[in-house]
T-cell receptor, first 114, second 114 residues
Framework: QQQVKQSPQSLIVQKGGISIINCAYE??????FPWYQQFPGKGPALLIAIRPDVSEKKEGRFTISFNKSAKQFSLHIMDSQPGDSATYFC?????????????FGTGTRLLVSP | DTEVTQTPKHLVMGMTNKKSLKCEQH?????MYWYKQKAKKPPELMFV???????INESVPSRFSPECPNSSLLNLHLHALQPEDSALYLC?????????????FGSGTRLTVV
């Protein structure tokens, strides 16, 4: 129930294309769904996050789509650039007060070819 | 200041050494975390401190000893480590109002045990 399943494991996209990464969760108590971007040798950096009261959130070229009934959410990267080449982790958590454990997906290695 | 600062960035230690990792944040976050990340894997939670008290220990071996001297500082003391403990050690902090208000990772300490 604590798992977050992420696919694909790796992804190659042409520059200017759309990158799509999918995640699915089981625990209906989760109500906070962030995406983290991680470059080699660096810590994960928050990219964008969503709560289940909205079905979509867009920040620049990055969009989260959320399907509460299917317990799925996805990251879309529009106009993908070589600088977007990194590992992306979806995660899930409860958003209530106090400390919270992030449950991470297994990660997707994205390579954007020039 | 919206950063979590970790020192050192790299550490090589022998199996009989004692060393410490340091983490500092000045965002007023009252929850602080240690994560361990192996290559090509998501971060795994090790410890959580909430209001300077240890709240979660994810069955971590005693050769890892966390300490939270004050609300801004988190240490991880290392002793008699094994080569399989080589990994990226990440510190994170989060807002007491909940993760939606901030959950930030540091850049990590790359630890190599020889």
């Amino acid at each position: 129930q604590q798992q977050v399943k992420q696919s694909p494991q790796s992804l190659i996209v042409q520059k200017g294309g759309i990158s799509i990464i999918n995640c699915a969760y089981e625990n209906t108590a989760f109500d906070y769904f962030p995406w983290y971007q991680q470059f080699p040798g660096k810590g994960p950096a928050l990219l964008i996050a969503i709560r289940p009261d909205v079905s979509e959130k867009k920040e620049g070229r990055f969009t989260i789509s959320f399907n509460k009934s299917a317990k799925q959410f996805s990251l879309h990267i529009m106009d993908s650039q070589p600088g977007d080449s990194a590992t992306y982790f979806c995660a899930a958590s409860k958003a209530n007060t106090g400390f919270q454990k992030l449950v991470f997906g297994t990660g997707t290695r994205l390579l954007v070819s020039p | 200041d919206t950063e979590v600062t970790q020192t050192p960035k790299h550490l090589v230690m022998g199996m009989t050494n004692k060393k410490s990792l340091k983490c500092e944040q000045h965002m007023g976050h009252r929850a602080m975390y240690w994560y361990k990340q192996k290559a090509k894997k998501p971060p795994e939670l090790m410890f959580v401190y909430s209001y300077e008290k240890l709240s979660i220990n994810e069955s971590v071996p005693s050769r890892f000893s966390p300490e939270c001297p004050n609300s801004s500082l988190l240490n991880l003391h290392l002793h008699a480590l094994q080569p399989e403990d080589s990994a990226l050690y990440l510190c994170a902090s989060s807002h007491e109002l909940g993760v939606f208000y901030g959950y930030t990772f540091g850049s990590g300490t790359r630890l190599t045990v020889v």
